[in-house]
Structures are given as C-alpha cells and as structure tokens.
C-alpha cells in the first residue's frame, strides 16, 4: 500500500483552460458545436450590452485601485444577462413546438431550423437575398481543370492531371514534388512531368511552377523573351535581390542599359500568378479588447461583446423535459446536458473576466506604449503580469494567444507587449527589444546614400543613446526586419539614385 497526492483534472477544468486559450473564430465554432448537442443551451439574440469595468461612467485610471476595479465586469446583471449564468427561465413567452404546431393547424407547415429557420422560410427577407448565396469566386482549381478538360483527351493523362492540379497552392505553385505525385499513381516519372509541361502552358502563365525561377521562364517563354542572357539572368535570381549589377553583367555578358532593361522586364512579371483567383478567405482580426484614452489622460478598456458568446441556459425546457423523462437513461442525459450547460456558461464569464484582467495590467504595464508610442515600450514577461494579477504564468499565456487589443496606435496581439530587455548604459533603465528594434529602423530609413550604416555604426549611435547591445544582436534584429546588409543597401540606393537621374 502507498499513500500519495496528485492533481487530478476534472473535465470540467479542461474545458475551462480549452476555452481560454482559444481565438474569436475557434471560440464560436466550438459554442456552434455545443448549440447543436445540448438541447438546453440557447442563443441569447437581444440587444448588446456595453461590457465596462464596474464603475460604470468613470474611466479605468491607471492606478492599483482602479485597476482592480476593472476585474470585476460591468454589473451583475450586465455580465451574467449577457452569459446565462444563474438565469431561471427566459423562454417562457415562448410556446413549445409542438403547441405551435397545434396552433397553427394540422395543415401549416412544420419550422425547420436552419439557415432559413428564422426567417420563415422567406428569400427576400434580411439584409441579403437568396441570390447573394449563388455566386463564388472561381478558385485556381477549377479554371485549370476546365483548361484540362479541353487540352488533353486521353483519360490517364486527365487522372495526373488533375492531381497536379490539386497540388497546386494558392499562389499558383506546385506544392508537392513530382516524384511522389508519380509514386502515389504508380506510373513513371517521365509520364507525369510530360503532364506537367501541359499544365503549365496554361492560363494564368507560369502557373504550376516548382520555383521562382521556373516561373519567371514559363512566363519570358510566353513572350518569346527567354534568350541565353535572359536565361543566365534567372538562374542568377540571388544576383538580382542584391543588385549586383556588375556580376549580373559578366554573367549575362551585357552592358548597362541591356541589364537594366532585362531586369525592368523581370520586375515586372507576376512572382504569384495564382493570386488573381478565389482560394481561401482571408480572416479579419477582431479585437478583443477596445482600448480608448480618457479626457483626464487614463484609460478606458472594454471588452469586445461580438467576441463573448451570449448563451442562456433554458430551465423551462429542463423542467418539462425532467417531468417527461421516462427511465434512467433519459433522466442522465437530461442532468449530463444541464450540468454541461451550467459549466459552459461560467467557463465563458470566467474567461471574460480574465482577458480583461491581464489586458488592464497590461495597459497598467504599458502605459508609456499606448500614450507616446513605440520607442516608449518596456521590457515585460509572463511573470511579472501574473505575479501582479495572482495568477500562474500558464493561465497568463494561453490568456494572451491568439487574443487582440485595439487602440488609437492599431490593432496588436498581445504577445505583442511581452518582449526581452536590453541593458542601458550606465545606470538606466532597461528598454524593450522591440523599441530597439524600431529604432534601428528607423536610423536605417532616415540614412542617406553617401552615410549607409554599418551594423558598428549602428552600435556605436544606440550606446550613445544610452542602449548598451552587442554587434550580433544589431544583426538578428535587421535581418528579423528584413533589412539587407550595408552593402547591399549602399548598392542598391546608388542604383537608384542612378534610375532617377
């Protein structure tokens, strides 16, 4: 025998962190789920309640006091009408169905719910008619396959056809390699890269290309542009990124002006010819959390009410179907469902009331950021938000993922306020990797051609500035931004101060 401790997680538990580290969109899916399984569960649809910290009328200043005010959401009323919590009924002025059935006469037509339950079956009600349901963008699949149908005849070909067309990405590249494409279909290699070839002869040009370079010749073929210099050009893509236009011309064995002109004509081809078509929809950040300045320099932080779901739980429905149930079996199901229900909606207050909580001490943390802006960032953590907040640095993170804030600056992540600290020369105080990371951007964009910045440049400038940071930090920050080596800026400021003379 052993005696011991050990944390056990009861379902209920798991849903809630479930629930807490999931984004807008994944949040409604997974409700839309259960509205489906737990007959006890109902939408509320009624008007949107303002989500306020309590203290109603008056900003969330940033002090200890009014920010603990602000883990408290809005009123008793405000936030448990919105989630359901502790509701009895709020269905009675609604008729069972099967009593609407009876009053509508054996002849009507049952309800069948549904994308037009609600609406009685009409096509013109709402702020969209039925035809608005009837046109799609036409993908890049479907407009390679109805150039298929008519260019190849033979009935093995169509089959690899269409998988190299099903590999295809929305960019208009070819995402799979050809030799698996053949192993799956269990025929040659030679057979599917003739296929191939066929494919991309079709419309959009340079469509079902490997890489760039095979899609930029597709592309110079179609104009009868793709001669030896032209080749040498596109096997040297590197070249023409760092505008090496000396090597470019030994290679090609060009002059100047042919150079400029072959490059000219690469720009100004399509990298990604499949973008013109309908693929997958682009989802739109909504924030969850609205961040405003107050007149008296504070802040006032709501959450979002599109992003709470707004659920009730239905204890008329309960209480009838609990006198109707006849063994065991029924009256489980029946306790299982409003146990589930009653869960689900506290899971969703308590996460409400948790992103607010870490989004308030975050603006508490923060508060230089949202009122003089990035270079007044400061280094933060997990920790040092979940010590202020007593909470576990876990609890913290997944609050965090996938969770957006807005304010007057733009719409920000918040991991976006969590960044490492860099020392200060001297005795100063830390600053924020991202702020150094915006200020060496912002000395590279303010550099002239004949003064480019070397990465020691920058170094020594930053230390002036009270920024202690070593040479390779310098180079990890440029390259996360994207910004070329000294060199090849130098290189490619001088030709373009040549291109506008």
């Avoid at 006198?323 to 065991?328: G, H, I, L, S, V």
Wanted: glycine content about 8%; some cysteine; overall charge negative.
């Amino acid at each position: 025998m052993r005696q011991g401790q050990s944390l056990v997680m009861t379902p209920q538990l798991l849903q809630a962190i479930k629930l807490l580290q999931l984004s807008h969109l994944e949040l409604q899916n997974f409700v839309d789920g259960e509205l489906e399984r737990n007959p006890l569960l109902e939408r509320d649809d009624g008007p949107d309640l303002p989500l306020r910290p309590e203290g109603g009328d008056g900003p969330l200043a940033a002090d200890p006091e009014s920010f603990a005010r602000a883990e408290s959401l809005n009123t008793q009323e405000g936030m448990e009408g919105r989630l359901g919590t502790g509701l009895d009924n709020v269905f009675q002025s609604e008729q069972p169905s099967a009593a609407r059935s009876e009053a509508n006469g054996a002849d009507s037509l049952p309800i069948i719910g549904g994308a037009y339950g609600s609406r009685g079956g009409s096509f013109e009600d709402g702020p969209e008619g039925f035809e608005s349901g009837l046109t799609a963008d036409l993908s890049l699949q479907d407009h390679l396959s109805a150039q298929l149908d008519l260019a190849v005849s033979d009935a093995a070909q169509r089959i690899i056809g269409r998988h190299l067309i099903d590999a295809v990405d929305d960019s208009g590249y070819l995402a799979e390699p050809v030799a698996e494409i053949a192993a799956r279909l269990g025929v040659g290699v030679e057979r599917v890269e003739a296929v191939l070839r066929i494919v991309q002869g079709f419309d959009p040009s340079g469509v079902a290309a490997r890489d760039v370079a095979e899609c930029l010749a597709i592309q110079l073929r179609d104009r009868d542009r793709f001669d030896p210099a032209m080749q040498a050009l596109v096997a040297n893509l590197h070249l023409v990124a760092k505008r090496d236009f000396a090597a470019l011309k030994r290679v090609c064995g060009v002059d100047d002006e042919d150079i400029a002109d072959m490059v000219g004509e690469i720009r100004r081809l399509d990298p990604k010819p499949g973008r013109g078509f309908g693929g997958s929809a682009a989802e739109t950040v909504v924030p969850d959390v609205f961040i405003r300045a107050a007149p008296d320099g504070s802040w006032l932080i709501d959450l979002n009410p599109d992003t709470l779901p707004r659920l009730l739980v239905n204890q008329t429905y309960h209480a009838r179907v609990s006198k109707a149930a006849r063994n065991d079996e029924e009256k489980a199901f029946i306790a299982e469902c409003l146990q589930t229900a009653n869960w689900l909606t506290r899971s969703l207050e308590q996460r409400a009331r948790t992103i607010l909580k870490v989004a308030s001490e975050i603006v508490r943390q923060q508060d230089g950021f949202f009122a003089h802006g990035i270079e007044h960032l400061r280094p933060l953590n997990l920790k040092t938000i979940a010590d202020a907040i007593g909470m576990h640095e876990s609890t913290v993170s997944r609050v965090t993922s996938n969770k957006y804030l807005t304010c007057s600056r733009g719409v920000f992540e918040m991991k976006y306020f969590f960044s490492a600290a860099i020392a200060a020369t001297g005795y100063g105080e830390a600053h924020s990797a991202e702020a150094v990371r915006f200020r060496i951007k912002q000395m590279i964009d303010e550099e002239s051609p004949s003064a480019v910045l070397s990465d020691d440049a920058i170094v020594t400038k930053l230390k002036a500035g009270g920024i202690d940071i070593a040479r390779r930090t310098v180079a990890k920050y440029r390259e996360s931004l994207r910004i070329p080596s000294s060199m090849e800026r130098r290189r490619e400021k001088v030709a373009m101060a040549r291109s506008e003379r």
